[in-house]
């Protein structure tokens, strides 16, 4: 079945520069890679997605990156403010798998002012 | 305002006792997903349904049951066979059907051991 990674786990950053979270997958065959961020005590909320036709994506400040070739996805976000401080996951998911997502294990974010 | 609703948010289970985690949505939508949270770790898959009256284990089936009687309804129960209960659990939906379609979640119960 479909493994993801997930990297860093924990990540800081101060106000202003970029955070990049890395994910990886282990089946070629997925094909959908979304990215969601939870926020203490709530459900995870989707903030971007790719399709594997796609080679990047982007939404303001956020972008997502994907190297079929490589089988890795990455998450960018620019800019960074308090408010983008949450546990961040990347998932994949494979045509024939029902909608199954396999989600890494989350990052950490903490924007420091 | 469509979404996914999951009650109790919070829930506490004595020793022997089966528990039930509630999950409506109104999004119409045909699909829908339970998952375990621990802390530090990613989200796993309990059980999941494509359709009223047909669910399949995920990847942690044991010790939880699920039925789904009506497409809007999909509850999950904790059974006294769960010996390690004490998690956030998830409900979600999507399309079934239409590719590659985004999961939408509940904000989730907190289940506690008394």
């Known amino acids: 079945g479909e493994n993801v990674e997930q990297h860093p786990s924990t990540l800081s950053v101060q106000e202003g520069d970029s955070a990049v979270i890395k994910c990886t997958y282990s089946?070629?065959?997925?094909?959908?890679f979304p990215w969601y961020k939870q926020e203490l005590g709530k459900g995870p909320q989707l903030i971007i997605d790719i399709r594997s036709n796609v080679g990047e994506k982007k939404d303001q400040r956020i972008a997502v990156t994907l190297n079929k070739t490589a089988k890795h996805f990455s998450l960018h976000i620019t800019e960074t403010q308090p408010e983008d401080s949450a546990v961040y996951f990347c998932a994949a998911r494979t045509a024939d798998s029902w909608g199954k997502l396999q989600f890494g294990a989350g990052t950490q974010v903490v924007v420091t002012p | 305002d469509g979404g996914i609703t999951q009650s109790p948010k919070y829930l506490f289970r004595k020793e022997g006792q089966n528990v039930t985690l509630s999950c409506e949505q109104n999004l119409n939508h045909d699909a829908m997903y339970w998952y375990r949270q621990d802390p530090g770790q990613g989200l796993r898959l309990i059980y999941y349904?494509?359709?009223?009256?047909?669910?399949q284990k995920g990847d942690i089936a044991e010790g939880y049951s699920v039925s789904r009687e009506k497409k809007e309804s999909f509850p999950l129960t904790v059974t006294s066979a769960q010996k390690n209960p004490t998690a956030f659990y998830l409900c979600a939906s999507t399309h079934r059907g239409l590719d590659n379609q985004p999961q939408h979640f509940g904000d989730g119960t907190r289940l506690s051991i008394l």
């Open positions: 349904s494509q359709i009223v009256n047909d669910f």
């Open positions: 089946d070629s065959a997925s094909n959908y």
